[in-house]
C-alpha cells in the first residue's frame, strides 16, 4: 500500500521570503500523480499544484513550484514571495495512474501547518 | 455553478443517533468521494462512488453507509452514532478516477457526537 509522509507538522516564514514544505511517499508503482492541496482556514480545499510521475519537468504555478525527485520519492513544495494569504495547512497527496485498482482514490500525507510572519 | 456543496455544515449527534449528510455536485461528475478529517491527520476515505447507482468501500468505512441514486448526489449515512465519528467530513467529485483528473472538495461538515 502507498503512503505519504509529510516530516514536518509545523513551519514558519517571514513575508516575501521562501519556504520548502517536504513530502516523501512510499510506492512500488512507476506510474502515478502527486498533488499540494492547501486548506485556510476556512477548511475548503484548495489544489495548489499538481506533477505527473512520468513528467521529468518540475511543476509551476506562478509562485508554487516543486522539486521532484523520483528516485528519492520525494516531493517538495516551494512557495517563493510568501504572503499572508498563503498560512494555511497544506498536504500532500498521491494517486496511482492505474485505473481499476485505487479508482483515482487520493492518499494524503498528514498535512504541514504554514504560519506566514508579517 | 455552485460546485460541490454540503450539508449540513454542522451538526451535533448524541451516542446512538442517526444521520445522513447530503454532497451535491452540478459538475456532472462521475466520481464522488467521502472523506473525513481528524486532527494531527490527513484526510482518509470513507467510500467513494464511481458512477451513479455504484459505491464501494475506501480506508475506513466502518460505520458508514452511502448510497448515489442519482449521480449529482451522495448520501452517507450514520446509522447508529458514536463518538470515534466526531470528525471533519468532506465530500469530493471529480470527472474521472484517472491521469490529472482533479479533485474537488466541498466545504465541510462538522460532526460532534457526544
Known amino acids: 500500500a502507498q503512503t505519504v509522509t509529510q516530516s514536518q507538522p509545523e513551519m514558519s516564514v517571514q513575508e516575501a521570503e521562501t519556504v520548502t514544505l517536504s513530502c516523501t511517499y512510499d510506492?512500488?508503482?512507476?506510474?502515478?500523480?502527486l498533488f499540494w492541496y492547501k486548506q485556510p482556514p476556512s477548511r475548503q480545499m484548495i489544489l495548489v499544484i499538481r506533477?505527473?510521475?512520468?513528467?521529468?519537468q518540475n511543476a509551476t504555478e506562478n509562485r508554487f513550484s516543486v522539486n521532484f525527485q523520483k528516485a528519492a520519492k520525494s516531493f517538495s513544495l516551494k512557495i517563493s514571495d510568501s504572503q499572508l494569504g498563503d498560512a494555511a495547512m497544506y498536504f500532500c497527496?498521491?494517486?496511482?495512474?492505474?485505473?481499476?485498482?485505487?479508482?483515482?482514490?487520493?492518499?494524503f500525507g498528514k498535512g504541514t501547518k504554514l504560519s506566514v510572519k508579517p | 455553478n455552485a460546485g460541490v456543496t454540503q450539508t449540513p455544515k454542522f451538526r451535533v449527534l448524541k451516542t446512538g443517533q442517526s444521520m445522513t449528510l447530503l454532497c451535491a455536485q452540478d459538475?456532472?461528475?462521475?466520481?464522488m468521494y467521502w472523506y473525513r478529517q481528524d486532527p494531527g491527520m490527513g484526510l482518509r476515505l470513507i467510500h467513494y462512488?464511481?458512477?451513479?447507482?455504484?459505491?464501494a468501500k475506501g480506508e475506513v468505512p466502518d460505520g458508514y453507509n452511502v448510497s448515489r441514486l442519482k449521480k449529482q448526489n451522495f448520501l452517507l449515512g450514520l446509522e447508529s452514532a458514536a463518538p470515534s465519528q466526531t470528525s471533519v467530513y468532506f465530500c469530493?467529485?471529480?470527472?474521472?478516477?484517472?491521469?490529472?483528473?482533479?479533485?474537488?472538495f466541498g466545504p465541510g461538515t462538522r460532526l460532534t457526537v457526544l
Open positions: 459538475m456532472n461528475h462521475e466520481y
Open positions: 462512488s464511481v458512477g451513479e447507482g455504484t459505491t
Open positions: 510506492t512500488s508503482e512507476s506510474d502515478y500523480y
Open positions: 469530493a467529485s471529480s470527472k474521472s478516477g484517472q491521469d490529472y483528473d482533479e479533485q474537488f
Open positions: 497527496a498521491y494517486r496511482s495512474a492505474y485505473y481499476g485498482g485505487s479508482q483515482g482514490n487520493l492518499i
Open positions: 506533477q505527473e510521475a512520468y513528467k521529468q
